[in-house]
């Protein structure tokens, strides 16, 4: 919540610059687990699905506008709750619903304001929502009324099963072992142990703040034993602006635990980092963290994003997919202090993981309806995506965006549909010389036609879709030698090549 490099947007070329193993290689890498995908299904073995599938969500962006911070989480009660700073940062506010989208239009409540003097009384920042042994917790920072700058973390406590009634009780501030500039507190457990992780000034480090790590006590407002300090703000995107590491947020997946922090100052150079640990090491210990030599998220000019950062995490409506939820922009240039600018807002998007179980933020995404991935019903690790323009279906397409695309109402109408690319807004998927192509979208009568298809039940799977050619009915997308086409299909492998699965 500070003060927030700008990073080189996404490659304004269709190939995916991320991929550091060239073309080459990746074309390889895809025949030979096509071959093994091929073999598998003549010795009658079923094809490896790719880890974590989960069905599709689609959500609309900005979530709400003028919340930064956000904090959303889904209770036992079937809601989900939400917090998140507000830009007069004089108040906590909450609200549920019992979806996530719900939350754009459910009631906000203000459930606590500051102090009219002395502690508590100014820069109410970041507020959290948790539900530890029965009662809701909501950590948060604050300034003094004399003294705007002196943040420090404080807790509320409410008994009510709902936090939106029954009385918030000052449970007063978390110490910890400097009194410093201190805020973003937020807690966790693994393996039955609660911690909670903050950002702080140390003395003697000149950085603005750093992460650090602790146990909790008998009281979630407490902590007992041993600070560790995990992140101090040296590359270059941390430090840009301000010397900055904060907003720690934990996700727990496949035996590891990774934990975000946003850094840099607070305007397009705010970003994400990423810490990574095994589930079973001793979290205390810094040299058990690794810690990515570049940042996760960032911004994104190609889509209108920036400055993403201080996030949090949920799970989707049916529990099968994690969700990404964090504050941006939606324009670069801001005149004056970056935190007397009210519009960051509170956006959601899928979380999605890569085959060696490491979470993939990709990029955030266009504002509107979220973007899916199509994957393929035969070569079940595999998921179109465009490289050099060209349609495609690869395994592990680590550059997530160039598999991303949003179903719309087709450019040609009368009840079709076009895909059109995350990272390259404005260009579709559509067909030339019977070929698939992602091409930027020239307003002829011919490329409406050629970028629109019939979505129909999946011609191998009913639970999964098949796309009908608009302008040459009879004729489906299908995948052909690692490339997409249009063409007739008959044989069963022909109907195979031709479903896919959105998640």
């Known amino acids: 919540m500070l003060h927030p490099h700008f990073l080189h947007p996404a490659d304004h070329r269709a190939v995916s610059p991320a991929l550091a193993d060239g073309p080459s290689r990746r074309r390889l890498r895809w025949m030979l687990a096509a071959v093994l995908a091929i073999l598998a299904m003549s010795a009658g073995l079923p094809a490896a699905r790719p880890a974590q599938a989960a069905p599709a969500v689609t959500y609309t962006n900005p979530l709400a506008n003028q919340r930064a911070d956000p904090h959303i989480v889904k209770h036992t009660d079937g809601y989900y709750y939400m917090t998140a700073t507000v830009p007069q940062y004089d108040r906590i506010v909450l609200r549920r619903a019992t979806t996530l989208q719900g939350l754009a239009t459910a009631t906000e409540s203000t ?4 102090h009219t003097s002395g502690e508590m009384g100014a820069h109410i920042w970041a507020p959290e929502i948790h539900f530890i042994n029965n009662r809701w917790y909501v950590y948060f920072a604050a300034g003094r009324t004399d003294d705007v700058w002196r943040i420090r973390m404080y807790v509320l406590e409410n008994a009510s099963a709902n936090p939106l009634s029954g009385s918030w009780t000052e449970r007063g501030r978390i110490s910890t072992p400097w009194d410093t ?27 603005n703040s750093n992460v650090y790590l602790a146990r909790m006590g008998t009281n979630p407002w407490q902590i007992t034993g041993a600070v560790t300090r995990l992140v101090v ?3 270059d995107w941390e430090t840009r602006g301000y010397r900055v590491a904060e907003g720690p947020a934990v996700i727990q997946r496949n035996g590891r635990v990774f934990m975000t922090y946003s850094a840099s100052a607070t305007d397009a150079n705010y970003c994400l980092g990423l810490l990574s640990a095994s589930a079973t090491a001793n979290l205390l210990d810094a040299a058990s963290w690794r810690k990515s030599p570049t940042p996760v998220f960032a911004s994104n000019t190609a889509t209108g994003q920036y400055g993403p950062g201080h996030n949090s995490f949920t799970v989707s409506e049916d529990g099968q997919s994690d969700i990404l939820v964090y504050h941006d922009r939606n324009y670069r240039d801001i005149a004056g202090d970056p935190l ?10 899928k979380l999605y993981w890569n085959a060696d179980g490491t979470p993939n933020f990709g990029i955030p995404v266009p504002d509107g309806p979220t973007p899916v ?26 550059n997530l965006a160039d598999s991303q695309f949003r179903i719309v ?3 040609a109408g009368a009840g079709t549909v076009s895909l059109e690319s995350t990272n390259f807004p404005g260009h579709f998927l559509r067909h030339r010389d019977f070929a698939l192509y992602v091409e930027r979208d020239d307003g002829s009568t011919l490329f409406d036609s050629d970028a629109s298809f019939h979505r129909r039940a999946g011609l191998a799977d009913s639970a999964g879709l098949s796309l009908e050619s608009q302008n040459f009915p009879g004729r489906y997308v299908r995948h052909r030698s690692g490339l997409l086409h249009v063409e007739t299909v008959s044989s069963s492998a022909d109907l195979s090549s031709a479903t896919f699965h959105l998640e």
């Not at 459930?111 to 500051?114: G, K, L, S």
């Open 111 to 114: 459930i606590w304001r500051r």
């Open 373 to 398: 991935r199509l994957r393929s019903h035969d070569l079940t690790a595999s998921y179109v995506r465009h490289y050099d323009y060209r349609a495609r279906v690869e395994p592990d397409v680590t």
């Open 181 to 207: 500039f201190s805020l973003d507190a937020s807690t966790f457990m693994v393996n039955g142990v609660r911690y909670l992780t903050w950002a702080q000034q140390e003395p003697g480090i000149s950085t």
């Open 340 to 349: 007397n600018d009210p519009n960051r807002r509170t956006r959601i998007q």
């Open 409 to 411: 109402t087709g450019l």
């Open 233 to 235: 703000p040296t590359y």
